[in-house]
């Protein structure tokens, strides 16, 4: 007999009645969400970039992708929980996680400013409510019971790879259809069109794209289906050219975890030595645009370089979301990348030792930082006037552990490793075993651990990065062959 609460109808009881069957189906269908919400709602403002006043959008308008996938996500999780789908195994990443969203709770109370603790730096959105979406997506994530679902996810990660990539062709090959071109970097001394996608930023994107290709690989030399294999093998070859268009270190960080991660899942699950073959697919598009790049046939270099700085501080920062001032020349090179990246994490680490324990506040690394409120009345009461008023500031650091320490504490980054460490521990021990597709989302998760240590949670990347996450410790159960199914139907 169903069960029914306070008497009422089985139908309105269906959380109380619903299968670990059916609420997989609903999680995949939820983490689609988290794989697609964002960058489609990043089409409007690049859509409407070049149009009048009247019509332009901005890009705040992108965390309302954000809201919609994650609150459907923090349903299916407040299901999971009351329901007990993610087990007791899921126990300790969970309450890992529950700890840093309280602690950013507590960082938000101690903060600069509540409204952007809560929502997120204007054109960024991760405030203390994205931090509970992750939180939603990773618990979503880690209480999928079948493989199907999971393999719905990996198709989810691949389809968004295939779409920010697609987008960026347009956007390096024409200009349009991006905040990032030639004609706007010249005056840094940048004549190209970096890709940047529908993830609001090169860096973002490459990032983004470091999760698909992992996938991508790891699924065609996983897959028994030489159609798919196919299909993967073209989705590969694809993410591998745009990553180093998007001209930063991520992308060929994320380049080198994917074709590692290939290499060693043909070894760990005993596949064929001669799928190492599908690597081919990654290494010649990505050099292939890289000669692109250094000979002017993508833009107007005569050489390939990272532009790393031009990119984090001027152009995205400064320029699109006014998060920071410019670069000061006089104390760091913006041209030289690992100086302004040792600039960004030597400062980032004073602001540590000022803040220990609650940081500065959720996405407001910046204000600790402004020496001036600007020239004018009307600059005292405008956050955009005052904060590019204060050169040498900035809002992001990139390395996503630096980030968390400074912004929410030290006991923040504490609970943050602890989640992370359990992620690489569960999956390493049952990695022999493992479906295919577990496996798969499994080293999805370890490239985003990784790329960590040089990029910054953004709402395009960190949704598809905690849905991986959790799905990789979930206890699934293989798809049985159709031919047992009906043994046992006769």
């Not at 306070?6 to 959380?15: A, G, L, M, P, R």
């Not at 329901?83 to 969970?94: A, C, D, I, N, Q």
């Not at 899942?265 to 050099?287: G, N, T």
């Not at 000669?291 to 050489?303: C, L, P, Y």
């Amino acid at each position: 007999m169903a069960k029914t609460l306070f008497n009422s109808s089985d139908k309105s009881n269906f959380i109380l009645n619903m299968s670990e069957e059916k609420y997989s189906k609903l999680a995949s269908i939820g983490l689609l969400t988290a794989c697609f919400c964002t960058s489609l709602f990043t089409m409007i403002p690049e859509i409407f970039r070049e149009a009048d006043s009247a019509t332009k959008v901005s890009y705040e308008v992108v965390a309302g992708g954000l809201a919609i996938s994650g609150v459907i996500c923090l349903i299916l999780a407040l299901i999971s929980l009351i329901r007990k789908f993610s087990g007791k195994h899921s126990l300790f990443p969970v309450c890992a996680f529950g700890a840093v969203v309280l602690l950013a709770a507590v960082s938000l109370i101690f903060s600069y400013d509540y409204n952007v603790g809560v929502y997120g730096f204007p054109k960024r959105g991760e405030g203390l409510l994205a931090i509970l979406y992750y939180f939603g997506f990773f618990v979503t994530g880690i209480s999928i019971k079948n493989e199907k679902a999971l393999k719905t996810l990996s198709a989810g990660i691949i389809g968004a790879g295939v779409l920010n990539s697609l987008w960026s062709l347009i956007q390096v090959f024409t200009g349009k259809l991006t905040f990032y071109t030639a004609r706007d970097a010249h005056y840094v001394g940048f004549k190209a069109n970096p890709a940047s996608g529908l993830s609001q930023s090169p860096i973002f994107l490459a990032m983004v794209l470091s999760l698909a290709l992992t996938v991508a690989l790891a699924a065609a030399i996983l897959t028994g289906s030489k159609k798919n294999r196919i299909l993967c093998i073209v989705c590969s070859a694809l993410f591998a050219f745009v990553m180093p268009l998007t001209y930063c270190i991520q992308g060929f960080v994320g380049l080198g975890a994917a074709i590692i991660s290939a290499a060693v899942i043909v070894f760990i699950k005993k596949a064929p030595k001669v799928r190492l073959a599908v690597i081919l697919s990654a290494v010649i598009p990505a050099a292939l645009a890289i000669t692109f790049a250094a000979t002017g046939v993508i833009g107007d270099e005569d050489s390939y370089k990272l532009r790393d700085g031009y990119i984090l501080w001027s152009m995205d920062s400064f320029q699109r979301v006014q998060g920071s001032g410019r670069c000061d020349g006089s104390v760091v090179d913006i041209s030289d990348v690992s100086a302004v990246y040792s600039r960004l994490n030597d400062k980032t680490l004073k602001l540590i030792k000022k803040y220990p324990m609650t940081g500065t506040g959720p996405e407001q690394l910046v204000y600790p930082q402004l020496y001036t409120m600007g020239v004018g009345v009307n600059s005292y009461n405008e956050l955009s006037e005052i904060i590019p008023n204060n050169d040498g500031t900035f809002d992001k650091v990139y390395n996503e552990y630096l980030y968390t320490a400074a912004t929410r504490g030290i006991p923040s980054l504490i609970a943050l490793a602890a989640l992370l460490i359990w992620v690489i521990a569960s999956g390493r021990k049952r990695l022999k075993n493992a479906p295919a597709e577990s496996t798969v989302l499994y080293f999805a998760a370890l490239t985003g651990i990784l790329i960590f240590f040089v990029g910054c949670s953004n709402i395009t990347f960190s949704p598809i990065f905690w849905a991986a996450a959790g799905a990789s410790g979930a206890a699934v159960k293989p798809v049985k062959p159709k031919a047992e199914k009906r043994k046992r139907k006769k």
